[in-house]
């Protein structure tokens, strides 16, 4: 049976049929993971079981090149990009933004603001409620994410983070860091 995807939210997030990824290998179902973010940007898998190592090679197995660094100082994005393989624009948004090259510091962080209070209104947000075995994707081109208070100290969690490389950089983004 193919691999489908619910939608859980109006504007983004699906989530999969039953499917036991650090078992998939064939590249019609990893194409079909693909598609899936193209469409939802966010994807949710339950009941996945991965060790590092699997949890790794299952990235590696979606996209490719994994980065194997800490967050970039001083990186510079495009405020619109376009996804390549879907072709969809979207607008790369995030907390540390500082300002836009070429503007002027304050009308630039103003849009900036602007931009972000629009963008985490109710209706575009997703929270989601972890169970054990979830494996969420989401892509950094097109989302925002941020972490919630956690109860650590009556809760216990493990959290794995495996991050791969955006194939398609912007032409300008090497020059000027």
């Known amino acids: 049976m193919a691999l489908t995807f619910r939608k859980l939210h109006p504007h983004f997030v699906g989530e999969s049929s039953p499917v036991e990824l650090r078992k998939t290998h064939d590249e019609e179902t990893l194409a079909r993971i693909r598609a899936g973010m193209d469409e939802f940007a966010v994807l949710v898998f339950h009941d996945q079981s991965f060790s590092d190592a699997e949890q790794i090679a299952f ?3 979606l996209d490719g090149r994994l980065h194997q660094g800490t967050k970039l100082k001083g990186a510079i994005h495009p405020l619109v990009r376009t996804i390549p393989r879907s072709l969809r624009r979207s607008l790369y948004l ?3 933004q500082s300002r836009i090259i070429d503007w002027p510091i304050p009308e630039g962080r103003l849009l ?4 972000m209070e629009h963008a985490t209104q109710p209706e575009f947000v997703y ?3 972890w169970r054990v ?4 994707i989401w892509d950094n081109r097109a989302t925002m994410h941020r972490a919630r208070p956690f109860d650590d100290a ?5 959290l794995r983070r495996v991050t791969t490389l955006d194939i398609e950089q912007p ?3 090497a020059a000027g860091s």
């Open 112 to 115: 900036l603001r602007d931009l």
């Open 154 to 158: 009556k809760y216990r969690r493990e």
């Open 94 to 96: 995030a907390s540390h």
């Open 59 to 61: 990235g590696e197995r």
């Open 127 to 129: 929270r989601h409620a």
């Open 171 to 173: 032409a300008f983004a």
């Open 133 to 136: 075995g979830d494996l969420v």
